[in-house]
């Protein structure tokens, strides 16, 4: 830069030199010129020229001066040094449930060529899930089959048939995944569920539960459940004819008889969310 600026020096010297000399060459034939139309207009644009000429060099050392020049650096350091590099966020700590926040950032200068940003954040990304397990009591369609004598005669009888119950209870052991669907209503949320159970019938027998529900509440919540249910129970055995009479001697086995059944469930329970 300096030595630019020492170059524009010396080249404004020789042009003063040179129109001083013009000055001095023409100075015995200016009543010549002024006589004459067309060298009077070459003397002024020649004149014209030379103030035209150290104007220009003068306005180019301004611009190459030591101001300048820092101005110009300045902007071209400070694009350098943001075309690369990466952007750390303050540390963070958010315990609720799924908020937005807005993010904007403009340059301090439009000189620096900086383009503006704007973006918004959600925390969490997604919806607060959870992952639980928990005591439920819940009522099924399944049943078991329960026979009766009749004794026609005393060395005979015959055998009939019905539903011990219209259903049954039972306790349920269950774990359930699911999502709080709503960040304003945060008590809310749905989920599918897979759990053991035993009935508390005369016979205390294993259900495997498979459905889904909701639940309600935030750490202490109601779960309301719905799904399949399935297990043994009770059947006459249908290899036998149980519309004829016997004999004590003639008595069939076995009457009853254990078969893998579904039915539908509804079960209400408690939930801990840690």
């Avoid at 180019?60 to 820092?70: G, T």
């Avoid at 959870?130 to 399944?142: C, P």
């Avoid at 026979?147 to 009888?157: A, R």
């Avoid at 935030?218 to 004819?241: C, E, P, Q, W």
Wanted: with cysteine; net charge positive; glycine share 8%.
């Amino acid at each position: 830069m300096q030595r630019a600026s020492n170059d524009l020096k010396e080249v404004n010297i020789k042009v003063a030199e040179c129109f001083k000399k013009y000055l001095q060459d023409t100075k015995a034939y200016q009543s010549f010129i002024s006589d004459n139309e067309n060298y009077k207009k070459a003397d002024e644009a020649v004149k014209a020229n030379f103030v035209e000429l150290q104007k220009n060099i003068g306005s180019l050392k301004e611009s190459i001066s030591a101001d300048k020049a820092f101005d110009y650096l300045f902007t071209l350091v400070t694009i350098s040094n943001n075309s690369k590099g990466d952007y750390y966020s303050l540390p963070l700590q958010f315990s609720g449930e799924q908020t937005r926040l807005m993010v904007s950032i403009t340059p301090r200068d439009t000189k620096y060529n900086l383009q503006s940003y704007s973006t918004q954040i959600i925390f969490p990304l997604v919806p607060k899930r959870y992952n639980v397990t928990g005591i439920s009591y819940y009522y099924s369609g399944l049943t078991d089959e329960e026979y009766s004598i009749e004794k026609p005669t005393d060395t005979s009888y015959r055998y009939s048939f019905q539903s011990g119950t219209e259903g049954e209870g039972g306790l349920s052991a269950s774990y359930r995944a699911g999502i709080k669907m709503f960040p304003k209503y945060k008590w809310f949320g749905a989920h599918i569920s897979l759990g053991a159970g035993l009935t508390l019938s005369k016979k205390i027998r294993p259900r495997i539960l498979l459905g889904g529900g909701f639940s309600f509440g935030n750490k202490h919540m109601l779960a309301v459940d719905y799904g399949f249910i399935f297990g043994y129970v009770d059947r006459k055995n249908s290899t036998l004819d149980f519309t004829k009479t016997y004999s004590e001697k003639q008595r069939p086995e076995p009457i009853i008889v254990s078969q893998l059944e579904r039915s539908c469930y509804l079960s209400v329970g408690y939930l801990f969310s840690f």
